[in-house]
Nanobody
């Protein structure tokens, strides 16, 4: 089964930027979509956005003005660009995708936004 590995999470200051990466062990074109989620301990996992096989992407309204999703098909990688970070963006960020075999999750990468 294809695996997903997230990276790029770290400590960032409010107002700063981070770019998270999700690298798939196989072609990302096989997936119905590749999605980013985040989870704060004690809360449910929250959908951030997605990118489709066409390359079209979108983020949910709460982060749409600060986050964007893109991809590098040749590198089997999907990115989550996060700008103007806020303390409430602190969470573990997960990459998710699905193909005929069902949903696949990465193990997450931790983002902490604090001064």
């Amino acid at each position: 089964q294809v695996q997903l590995v997230e990276s790029g999470g770290e400590l960032a200051q409010p107002g700063g930027s981070l770019r998270l990466s999700c690298v798939a062990s196989g072609s990302i074109s096989r997936f119905y979509s590749v999605n980013w989620y985040r989870q704060v301990p004690g809360n449910q996992r929250e959908l951030i956005g997605w990118i489709l096989p066409s390359g079209s992407s979108a983020c949910v309204e709460s982060v749409r003005d600060r986050f964007t999703i893109s991809r590098d098909v040749a590198k089997n990688t999907v990115f989550l660009q996060m700008n103007n970070l806020k303390p409430e963006d602190t969470a573990v960020y997960y990459c998710n995708a699905a193909d005929e075999g069902g949903p696949i999750w990465g193990r997450g990468t931790r983002v902490t936004v604090s001064s």
